[in-house]
């Protein structure tokens, strides 16, 4: 473990870490509550945190004066990237995908074709967890713009590619 933050004979001492600029007590010290804050939060701040009470003549043991919390950091999915592959010719089979390089946790896709004709597509054609769609038998009514929604609990972001059959 690496100490991040501490109070200790009435300083403050802040290490130089990439969280320095960005976290503090939240109240000001001495006081009771040593909850602490992470402004601008990142991806690498991730972990597990540990904090660690220590009192001058406690006669505690100081296992019992640590708490523990897991912090996991959200990141909204990157702009995905469609692509078609095969050849988009009448009866043959085609298998659109869809991938964004950045998401925590991994994004989920959903395609669906745009109107006119609106259509949204489920498993087998689909997964979701691939972000592939697969269209069999092609027929020029199957020309249309398709769209792929990568999502995770941090946000969502689309990409379409323009199928001509």
């Not at 919390?69 to 009866?91: D, E, K, R, S, Y």
């Not at 074709?113 to 087998?124: A, G, K, L, N, Y």
């Amino acid at each position: 473990p690496v100490q991040i933050l501490a109070y200790l004979g009435g300083v403050e001492k802040v290490a130089e870490t990439d969280l320095q600029p960005r976290m503090g007590f939240l109240y000001s010290m001495p006081n009771q509550n040593i909850s602490i804050f992470i402004n601008a939060t990142q991806e690498q701040d991730s972990g597990q945190y540990m904090c660690s009470v220590n009192v001058v003549d406690d006669a505690i043991s100081s296992d019992r004066n640590v708490g523990i919390i897991n912090l996991t950091v959200l990141v909204p999915p990157a702009a995905p990237t469609c692509q078609l592959h095969g050849n988009a010719i009448v009866g043959a089979n085609v298998t659109l995908s869809c991938s964004s390089k950045k998401g925590k946790p991994s994004p989920m896709y959903q395609w669906q074709r745009e109107p006119p004709t609106r259509q949204v597509f489920f498993p087998p054609a689909q997964d979701r967890t691939r972000g592939t769609l697969k269209l069999t038998n092609l027929s020029l009514e199957m020309s249309g713009v398709y769209v792929c929604r990568a999502e995770n609990q941090a946000g969502s972001k689309n990409c379409s590619i323009v199928l001509e059959v």
